[in-house]
């Protein structure tokens, strides 16, 4: 195991929308913050798992992603455009100052009576140790949070969905139009995507599994070609790297994100239950907003 020299103010756990806000809010105050991910992307509930609805943002940050995804070609009709997503997360992390650090995967806490010390990490050549003076939880089901010991209900799987995108349609609509249960899958949604000539398939799996949704495919594509012919001439191009979770059960009870516990622990993501909140890359934005501000605010009591 090797430990990485450098200690930072903020160390943010999981490189999604939350954890990217929660991290970017952190960097822009001036704290040095590193954002560690196990995926190769940002964002990935937009860039990997294609949840690329995006009508309206509520938070500044949010907000200007998607004026600046706009600004790029990359919004239209309600949704974003995965690549230019990416692009878009990748230049506000370089401009806030922020450290991103791929393919890192939390192992375990140490911990230090009420604080956390540090987080251990598999890596692509073994093992290290990140240290920081505070900690945020940007997981999808609260690891740390649990490796802490807190009381959160055990994780479930609440089914999730995935998406196919197919160019060469002749299917033409801003609206997204519901197919109901089709080739084996619920909820079969077709939607319009920002580029002509491509259509979104999106449709409805029991278990978050890349393998299981990806096997339901070929049936739900036989079926929704019947039943709209004008994307019968289109292939599939794209694919969802994984499904995007449904919404989470409420697991972290009376918590406003900061850990009652571990003074210099927070949580950003809809696991808390001050994040009741539509499972949108909006509300995923401004959950992540809030707890940067919150540590923010008392990050003076932390040194």
């Known amino acids: ?31 040095s913050t590193i954002l ?66 791929y393919y890192a995967t939390p192992l375990a806490l140490c911990l230090d009576d009420n604080l956390v010390a540090g987080v251990v990490f598999g ?24 490796e802490t010991g807190q009381n959160l ?36 949604t077709l939607k319009p995507s920002v580029w002509p000539g491509e259509v979104a398939l999106e449709y409805g799996v029991e278990r978050c599994d890349i393998r299981a949704a990806r096997l339901l495919l070929p049936g739900v594509l036989r079926a929704a070609k019947e039943l709209v012919p004008e994307i019968a001439p289109a292939n599939v191009t794209h694919v969802g790297y994984e499904p995007m979770p449904a919404e989470h059960p409420v697991s972290a009870q ?18 808390l239950s001050s994040a009741q909140q539509p499972n949108t890359l909006a509300s995923r934005f401004a959950c992540g907003e809030r707890i940067g501000g919150l540590l923010v605010a008392r990050f003076p009591g932390l040194r």
């Open 153 to 188: 209900s055990p994780p479930e799987d609440p089914g999730a969905s995935h998406s196919a995108y197919l160019n060469g349609a002749r299917w033409e609509s801003e609206e997204a139009i519901s197919l109901g249960s089709c080739g084996g899958a619920t909820e079969v």
């Open 254 to 271: 009376d918590s406003d994100g900061a850990s009652p516990v571990h003074a210099n622990l927070f949580g950003a993501g809809l696991w």
């Open 1 to 31: 195991m090797r430990t990485l020299e450098q200690t930072y103010d903020v160390a943010v756990v999981g490189g999604g929308i939350p954890g990217f806000a929660a991290a970017v809010t952190a960097a822009e105050s001036g704290l």
């Open 36 to 101: 560690l991910e196990r995926r190769p992307v940002l964002g990935w509930e937009g860039t990997w798992a294609f949840g690329l609805d995006a009508a309206e943002a509520t938070s500044p940050l949010g907000k200007r992603v998607f004026v600046a995804v706009e600004g790029a070609g990359g919004r239209s009709v309600g949704r974003l455009d995965a690549p230019i997503l990416e692009i878009t997360l990748d230049r506000l992390a370089a401009a806030a100052g922020l450290r991103v650090l």
């Open 123 to 146: 890596w692509k050549n073994g093992e290290f140790t990140i240290r920081a003076k505070a900690f945020v939880d940007a997981t999808e089901t609260g690891f740390l949070w649990r």
